[in-house]
């Protein structure tokens, strides 16, 4: 498509899906309401009878339930985002303190902050890990 490409009312065309318009919506009802109620009794309803390794006894579990135990299974297999998400989903995410500012000001990373003693030390534990690779430079380098 070339810029002297011209739309309809005349204004040139820059390139996108020729039958979108500027300015409308492509789905302007937005997502159904209630549609998270919907998904959410969805999977409630997909109960299933499960065996109980501990008592050898059929329980029912909902599908809720069953996600649940699966990422519970997963994370003591050692899937950490498994662990991470029913982390966050029982404790909620970590408190964040967020500093908001002037849009000019800049602030400086942590590791500029540090004493440079403290960044030879850290520099050289993660070397020994096998976290980062040489160290030339301001920072650590990520494999």
Known sequence: MTMDEKDQDGTP??????????????????????IERIVNDTIAAMTAEVEDPETKQKIL?????????????????????????????????PKQNVKIDDANTQTESPWATLPIEKRRELLDLYERLGIVGSTSGNGPTEH
Not at 75 to 80: L, Q
């Open 13 to 34: 065309r820059r390139g996108g899906n020729p039958n979108w318009k500027k300015g409308v919506s492509a789905n302007p009802g937005g997502r159904p309401r209630g």
């Open 61 to 93: 579990l909902t599908g809720w339930q069953r996600l649940a135990k699966k990422l519970f299974e997963l994370g003591m297999g050692g899937n950490v985002p498994a662990v991470k998400l029913l982390y966050e989903r029982a404790f909620g995410y």
